[in-house]
């Protein structure tokens, strides 16, 4: 008989490496990495060996519905020894760039737990919270400690681990109520339901009025004019492409868009 795979969190991966000495971790995870206007928000929930149990019903924050991850949250700050949640904004993501946005991100979701772990979970491949060599990132980060703790990066890290899946949560949870905020103050970009991403609406108001003060204007933003008065073919391509290898290709956008429940429009 053919077994699926779980597609429910545990702290398997993380009972297995505080027993390498490990003894406490942290979950981080990234909302918003891929939206067109907002901040980029990293959410950490750090545990060690006195933690039990992730509280019922943690998972992936994209499998969850609003109402479900914001009933999350008091839940899981009360599981984790700490918790953080930290963003970096669109002019900052088009200050340095969107990779280094995120490593601003995390080193202030560190700050805000107030705990320095002993290694980092990181969903993905790519360790993009700590810095090269020839980076001063606290030069511009100087809400956070003085390093970054190690870091080791899973694939499908929020699908496995109880800790990354509980970071993604409170990430998205935070953001989400950051953008709905903001859609109130400029409600023709739909963003209390697209959250900054490339949803049809959003698209058409930035083809109507162009970007505001708010969108990463580094990007070539899908539907603005490019300098020759022609409709910019590119989407969603961040500036700093050669910072970030797994930066959003324009042929990969409507993928990326419908594994992120941030761009779906109605959402209940």
């Known amino acids: 008989m053919k077994r699926t795979l779980s597609r429910r969190p545990s702290l398997r991966v993380e009972r297995a490496l505080q027993r390498e000495g490990h003894r406490v971790l942290a979950g981080m ?3 918003g990495r891929g ?4 901040p980029v928000t990293v959410g950490v929930v750090i545990i060690d060996e006195t933690c039990g149990t992730a509280p019922q019903g943690v998972k992936d924050s994209k499998l969850l519905v609003p109402h479900a991850r914001t009933a999350m949250v008091p839940r899981i700050e009360r599981w984790a020894v700490a918790h953080g949640v930290g ?3 669109a002019a900052e993501i088009d200050d340095i760039g ?3 946005a995120l490593r601003v991100a ?8 107030g705990i320095r772990p002993d290694l980092v979970i990181l969903d993905g491949n790519h360790d993009w ?3 090269p060599q020839d980076v001063g990132l606290f030069a511009f980060a100087d809400d956070g400690p003085a390093a970054t703790p190690p870091v080791s990066t899973m694939i499908k890290a929020d699908l496995k681990c109880s800790s990354v899946a509980a970071a993604s949560v409170l990430a998205k949870v935070r953001r989400d109520a950051i953008m709905a905020g903001l859609g109130e103050e400029h409600p023709a970009y739909g963003w209390g339901e697209n959250k900054g991403y490339a949803a049809p609406e959003h698209l058409d108001a930035l083809r109507r009025l162009g970007p505001c003060e708010l969108h990463r204007r580094s990007w ?6 490019d300098d020759d008065g022609g409709v910019a073919a590119d989407a969603a391509v961040p500036a700093d492409a050669p910072d970030q290898p797994d930066a959003p290709d324009v042929n990969d956008l409507n993928a990326m868009n419908a594994v992120d429940d941030l761009t779906r429009v109605g959402e209940r």
């Not at 070539?220 to 004019?225: A, E, F, K, N, W």
């Open 129 to 131: 919270l700590t810095a």
């Open 35 to 38: 939206a067109l206007a907002g």
């Open 106 to 113: 995390g080193v202030r979701a560190l700050a805000e737990a």
């Open 98 to 100: 969107i990779i280094a």
């Open 29 to 31: 995870d990234e909302v």
């Open 87 to 89: 963003h970096a904004s």
């Open 220 to 225: 070539r933003l899908p539907g603005v004019m």
